[in-house]
């Protein structure tokens, strides 16, 4: 065992290990009421452990009663726990935990207690076809390694310890050279958050940009996130109001830095990071939650999860989440936000192999964002927030179905077979007023804009995993082939971009504009959309070395090979070309707790768009560098992580034709330099923290400013369970949300403010056994807070005080 991998020294561990097996030898016992039982089992505490895999249930039962919990690795490995909530005794506690696992308990110190596999009572006699009969003896077994529970990979309050996305593999984030933020269901539920964009854009180095009569994005490290990825596997369609409702979400990462490497090429480029989803799966342990919201302006949302054994070897289980939510209106008056969202899935477990089928559906109506228009060169030339610009059914329509499987294979040793893939198709469509030529006195030209899109993806990954010792040298290695086909519209019929001949308003008057859609406009332009599958192969080899106890390296190496339309007259129609894709990473171990890496990771994105001749452009690629640190702290309960990064990206790519055949032409340069802090953990008993710091530079080649850039962002979330046994079902939560100023631009080029900003958010809640119920304020102050992304005839704003009542039942 790597010292760097618990609380202990070796040699403490070694001494659990030799003792737990001591027990063991000296003679079962059973796991119910105990004869002599001391103390510790007796201590009450007050609980809320949710269900979640075994290993995070009994680490929030150690840190949450005060006990020192050792296990096995691989009993708990798969194993789910219902969880705990309520005062109880440490004994009731294990009992609920370890409920239908096969798993037993024995206490070995004043403090300390050993989960291991239950002892089966031996037969008062064996026949032994060699002897005969012979007296009953105990059968033994040597235990696995004892490892401390704070080492295990999952989540525990605000805090994670491990990712698969980053590596494909489970990966302690001890042994990441490379920044990645976990979202956990314990932080989700604390800010009161239902889709994903609530709870990403908190996190360091991320923003979060309204999309105007589209989709919102993100951006992380200064450049686009791309569609992300949904259990590391990459969306080829998929976009924010894509993505699943949280009830269906287990967990949310944000990868730092380019993500080519794990084939993430979408269409918008992922140079600065990727956000990956990672869905709720099928259980055995049974879960039936019903959850709740209603609140000003976001409407009423419910939504159940459940989940359980369909046999009764419980080898064959299944989930089924279900949500939807309706608002009337926005508080500027847009109307119809509605969605609806279903998910089912089945898993079977057996012996050395695995099996998991879901799908997904996904109808989200998404109003067009509260916005004004400039009719200068400033915010205080806006429209006034009282006049609707548009038309109150401007929105985003998005319907999205999703099928996808996981299988595994491990038949012996340390070598497993890996293959899982989706196939994702969506239909889109919008309508929305925007507005051209804005003056002073209101005077505008309205241009109605409406789209319809479909689009299909599926990808298939392929892995061999296996692990190789040679001395103090351990490879963890990953051989993997990906395929994945795009197929980006339909390119006849109705996927288009329309927009009409313009239309006299004026935007201080207000008046009533008809739908966007409406047949009495006269169309101005019309510009078809896709048409063509594109085509990936990507070849993926990667080398998670361990040399001894101190070093940690990963090497990574990806070779691409894409297919891309052509409509040059000398070019062939398609052209196929490949590129080579490296990463290489090292983490040094400084202490137990502390732990040092550098990298380096190239980015690369195939470029869709056809130059003036007709044929694709080169594909942009990038280099970004990154060191770190990551410190744990309040004897691991908590974990202080610093980045620096620099990336530099060789050119964009800006559409400058607005009429056919719409051509574009490489744009600049980026560099992007910044400093990220986050914290996470609970560093008392009953307060969790997570809080982070963004300090970023962008410079682009051009000498051009770059827009919707803060340099600094600030975070901080706080939650506290009252202690005291009269208060222990009460809790408060709050928060700052902030940042500094950033630019605008306007249609003739000119830049404008946005000005910094600071939006609380607070709650109070009140915890029973089976339910909950939450009572939250956001933007406390009904200050004014403007989006980060604004032009001159979009800038994006909120106002007023959201109140919400939220809630949940497990039944």
């Given at each position: ?6 609380a ?20 079962p ?11 510790l ?8 452990i949710?269900a ?21 690795s691989a ?29 037993d ?25 060699l ?8 059968i ?14 999952g989540?525990a ?11 494909r ?13 976990v979202?956990?269901?314990d ?42 990825m ?22 949310v990462?944000v ?30 342990e ?12 976001d ?11 369909l ?19 926005t ?78 294979w ?62 103090p ?5 990953l051989?993997?082939?990906d ?15 329309t ?30 959309l ?83 001749d ?17 410190l ?8 202080l ?15 400058v ?32 923290l997570s809080?982070s ?27 506290y ?12 939560a ?15 080029g ?5 000005p ?56």
């Open positions: 065992m790597r010292a760097a991998r618990g202990m020294t070796a040699r403490g561990v070694l001494a659990g290990a030799g003792l737990a097996l001591a027990l063991a030898l000296a003679g016992r059973a796991a119910g009421a105990r004869a002599g039982a001391p103390p089992l007796e201590a009450q505490a007050r609980l809320d949710p979640q895999p075994l290993a995070t249930a009994l680490m929030a039962l150690g840190r949450q009663a005060d006990v020192q919990i050792l296990t096995a009993a708990v490995a798969g194993q789910r726990s219902p969880g705990a909530a309520g005062t109880l005794t440490v004994r009731a506690a294990l009992a609920r935990l370890l409920d239908g696992t096969g798993l308990y024995e206490v070995i110190g004043a403090r300390t207690v050993v989960v291991r596999q239950r002892a089966f009572a031996p037969a008062a006699s064996f026949e032994s076809r002897s005969g009969a012979k007296p009953s003896v105990p033994v077994s040597a235990l696995d390694t004892i490892r401390v529970s704070g080492v295990a990979l989540d309050g605000f805090k994670a310890d491990g990712t698969r996305a980053a590596t593999t489970d990966t302690d984030l001890a042994d990441l050279p490379q920044s990645v933020s979202v956990t269901r932080l989700m539920d604390s800010q009161q958050a239902f889709e994903v964009a609530d709870v990403v854009r908190h996190v360091a180095g991320v923003d979060y940009v309204d999309g105007f009569g589209g989709p919102p994005l993100f951006r992380i490290r200064g450049f686009n996130a791309g569609n992300g949904t259990d590391g596997m990459p969306n080829g369609v998929a976009r924010v109001e894509d993505l699943p409702p949280l009830i269906g979400i287990e967990r990462e990868l730092k830095g380019p993500e080519a490497i794990l084939g993430e090429a979408s269409v918008d480029n992922n140079f600065g990071g990727s956000v990956n989803i990672v869905m709720k799966r099928p259980q055995a049974p879960v039936r939650q019903l959850a709740f919201s209603a609140g000003r302006y409407g009423t949302r419910l939504g159940f999860d459940f989940a359980g054994p046999d009764a070897q419980r080898r064959l289980s299944y989930r089924l989440v279900a949500a939807g939510n309706y608002a009337d209106r508080a500027q008056g847009y109307r119809g936000q509605r969605s609806g969202y279903l998910a089912p899935s089945l898993a079977w477990q057996g012996e050395a192999a695995r099996l998991l089928l879901g799908a997904e559906y996904v109808n989200n109506r998404v109003p067009v964002p509260d916005h004004t228009v400039l009719l200068g060169d400033s915010l205080a030339l806006s429209s006034p927030f009282g006049v609707l610009p548009g038309n109150a059914g401007d929105h985003a329509l998005f319907r999205t179905a999703r099928g996808y499987y996981l299988a595994e491990a038949p012996a040793g340390d070598w497993s077979l890996r293959s899982r893939g989706q196939y994702v198709r969506q239909r889109e469509s919008g309508q929305a007023w925007a507005f051209a030529n804005a003056q002073r006195s209101g005077d505008a030209d309205a241009l109605a804009r409406t789209y319809r899109y479909s689009d299909a993806f599926y990808t298939l990954q392929n892995e061999l995993a296996g692990r190789i010792e040679q001395g040298l351990t490879h963890n290695l051989l993997g082939f395929y994945a086909r795009t197929h980006a519209g339909s390119g006849a019929g109705p996927d288009a971009v927009v009409s001949e313009p239309h006299a308003f004026n935007l201080l008057a207000g008046g009533a504009l008809p739908s966007a859609r409406s047949p009495e406009l006269s169309v101005d332009l019309v510009r078809p896709g048409g063509a599958w594109s085509t990936d192969r990507g070849l993926f080899l990667q080398d998670q070395l361990a040399v001894g106890e101190s070093w940690d390296v990963l090497a990574a190496l990806r070779r691409t090979t894409y297919t891309l339309a052509s409509r040059g007259a000398d070019a062939a129609p398609t052209q196929r070309r490949s590129i080579w894709i490296p990463r290489l990473g090292v983490v040094y171990k400084a202490t137990p707790a502390l732990a040092l890496y550098a990298s380096s990771t190239t980015g690369f994105q195939a470029d869709s768009l056809l130059g003036e007709g044929r694709p452009l080169p594909p942009s690629v990038s280099r970004q560098v990154e060191a770190g640190a990551r744990d702290l309040f004897e691991r309960r908590a974990r992580t610093a980045a620096w990064y620099r990336i530099r990206l060789d050119h964009s790519v800006d559409l034709s607005p009429d056919p055949p719409y051509f574009a032409v490489p744009g600049p340069g980026q560099l992007n330099r910044g400093m990220e802090l986050e914290f996470e953990g609970q560093p008392l008993p009953g307060l969790d809080a710091y963004t300090g970023a530079s962008i410079r682009n080649r051009d000498g051009s400013r770059p827009t919707a850039a803060p340099r600094r962002q600030f975070n901080l979330w706080a939650s369970r009252f202690q005291r046994p009269a208060l222990q079902a009460w809790g408060v709050g928060g700052v949300f902030a940042r500094s100023r950033s630019l605008g631009r306007t249609e003739d000119a830049y404008f403010d946005m910094g900003q600071a939006s609380v958010e607070a709650n109070v809640g009140y915890y029973a056994d089976r339910w909950r119920l939450t009572l939250g304020a956001k933007n406390l102050f009904a200050r004014r807070l403007y989006a980060v992304d604004a032009e001159q005839s979009f800038v994006p704003l909120r106002e007023g005080r959201v109140v919400l009542l939220s809630g949940t039942w497990d039944f």
